[in-house]
């Protein structure tokens, strides 16, 4: 059965400093990577990593896929109170026909 | 503007009664899907389609119907055998592939 597993649960940072939330997977012929961003209501996409596209930036933040251990990243830099969010991770392999989300992070960003 | 909506924003029903959640697509997108998110959890995936008149369904599809009559629409209905109907309900349409989905606003159904 498909897997994603996200870390840490929550997070409370404050303004400016760097935070890494984990994604790690177990999934039969990986496809593809998501990051999503989920404010209030719907998820709003961020990025995509695939076996062509393993590392993607844009702005402050950035996310690198690792195919051989099974995870990715999401790094923000800089960090403002607008991050405040639960970010979603998913991914697909050949297996299925849909992605596997994982419960997500929880960061609060404090002034 | 191209996007998905979704109606209601906000749902309230008494327990028993069926209810029918809307979802719409302007992205001529052929796959359309289905998630349920509840506090602390991830998105759980109901049903899916690939293309019109035909559906599939995910991990947690007891209790629930759709039907994809169109392309454009993919209703929801949340019948009285949903053990535990409140939640927070996604509809999603991507292109059909390992390809990111775009997410509607979503409705929050509170059952009484």
């Known amino acids: 059965e498909d897997k994603v597993v996200q870390s840490p649960l929550s997070l409370v940072v404050h303004e400016g400093d760097t935070v890494t939330l984990n994604c790690s997977y177990e999934v039969t012929n990986f496809r593809s990577l998501l990051w999503y961003k989920q404010e209030k209501k719907a998820p709003t996409f961020l990025f995509m990593l695939?076996?062509?596209?393993i590392e993607k930036k844009s702005g402050r933040l950035s996310s690198i896929l690792d195919k051989k251990e099974l995870f990715s990243i999401l790094n923000i830099t800089a960090t403002q109170t607008g991050d405040s969010a639960v970010y979603l991770c998913a991914v697909k392999g050949n297996y299925g026909q849909n992605f596997v989300f994982g419960p997500g992070t929880r960061l609060s960003v404090l002034p | 503007d191209g996007g998905i909506t979704q109606s209601p924003k906000y749902l309230f029903r008494k327990e028993g009664q069926n209810v029918t959640l809307s979802c719409e697509q302007n992205l001529n997108h052929d796959a359309m899907y289905w998630y349920r998110q509840d506090p602390g959890q991830g998105l759980r995936l109901i049903y899916y389609s690939q293309i019109v008149n035909d559906f599939q369904k995910g991990d947690i599809a007891e209790g629930y119907s759709v039907s994809r009559e169109k392309k454009e629409s993919f209703p929801l209905t949340v019948t009285s055998a949903q053990k535990n109907p409140t939640a927070f309900y996604l509809c999603a349409s991507s292109i059909v592939g390992p390809n990111e989905q775009f997410f509607g606003p979503g409705t929050r159904l509170t059952v009484l």
């Open positions: 695939t076996s062509s596209g």
